[in-house]
């Protein structure tokens, strides 16, 4: 049976899902979610690119930061551990690449203590291979975040591949998208608002949606920054997602929502093309930065930083990577040059992917990645 025909015997007989069902046995269905399969879906020959398919340099910038952090936290450089998570780590490239730079600084490579949280299992697997170098510092790999953490979590990408409630503001009012069956077909349906705390979520925002308006309401985003905020006991937190704030989301400029799919390098925000393939496509969108900043300050972590890659990327040395490139006229010297440039682009992967900086109990140091100013474009 494919999903398609499992949705539509679960629509027979519990009636239509909310998208956010929907979206989740699309991307995470235990056998056939898109997500489930396979170890990486990104890259050349996957669907969609991520700053980590352009090479290590992203992961080599990004452990610039970590170090910074390692040493706020354990100025002495004493602390036997500084748990490192990687949160929707896939099958551990990122982490591979940060581990490989920090090994330049062996007090630091030392002390880590590596931790992958991956939902696929398949994705699991493939940690083992792609971190062999570095086995030692993996303390552990499984679908949830650990207990206590001392030390910096972050993730790229993972809060845009939740699965995402979507509402749609009518003359009648607010209404949330279903999905339903009609023949053997998926199709989209309004129905009045049923999820617990969708329409006060939105009230809280205060950002009135035009009549004719679509957007999306990622509550599990919510609940994971609280989920991180409570099992952080002392270190740092590093988002980087698309995302935007509140009001460009929900406003008169957000009127059809970010909601997209992405296949074989190909992407559309036409449910046509994708509704009826679940499992088929990837599915993201934008994450609502001012409620995710709201949430992980009610829950003890304080913003300390909300920039484009661009300006992040860039205090932590990529124009200096990029100014070393130039000097070498080889094939590497112009690898390195374009892939920089491809992470720094605006309006590309520098200006669309935001990111988010959190603490606790560490005050408000400056820190590098904020140094070139921390502007959201
Ligand atoms: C868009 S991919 C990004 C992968 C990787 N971070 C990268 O940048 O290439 C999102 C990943 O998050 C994982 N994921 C989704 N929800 C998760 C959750 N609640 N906990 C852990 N991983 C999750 C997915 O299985 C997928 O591997």
Known sequence: MSLRELIVERTRTRGSLTFAE???????HPELGYYTGAA????RAGDFFTSVDVGPWFGRLL???????????????SAAQFDLVEAGAGNGRLARDVLDAALETPAFYGALRLHLVERSAEARRAQATVLAAHGPRVASRGPDLPETIRGVIYANELLDAFPVHRVAMTRDGLREIHVDANGGHLVERLEPVRTACLAEHLDDLDVPMPVGSRAEVNLLALDWIHSAAQRL???????????????????????????????????TTEPADWLDAPGDWDLTSHVDLTSVIACAERHGLRCLGALDQTYFLLGLGAAEIAGGAATRNDRA???ARLAVKTLLQPGGLGSTLKVLLFGKGVGTPALRG???GTRLT
């Open 40 to 43: 990486q879906q990104s890259g």
């Open 333 to 335: 010297g112009l690898t």
């Open 233 to 267: 006991e002392r270190g740092f937190v590093i988002l980087i997602d698309y995302g935007d704030r509140a009001p460009r989301l929900y406003g008169a400029a957000g009127r059809h929502g970010t909601l997209t799919a992405y296949r074989q390098h190909t992407d």
């Open 63 to 77: 452990a610039v930061q970590v170090a910074e952090m390692w040493a706020v936290v354990d100025p002495a450089g």
């Open 22 to 28: 929907y979206m989740e046995l699309a991307l995470y």
């Open 370 to 372: 904020c140094s070139q």
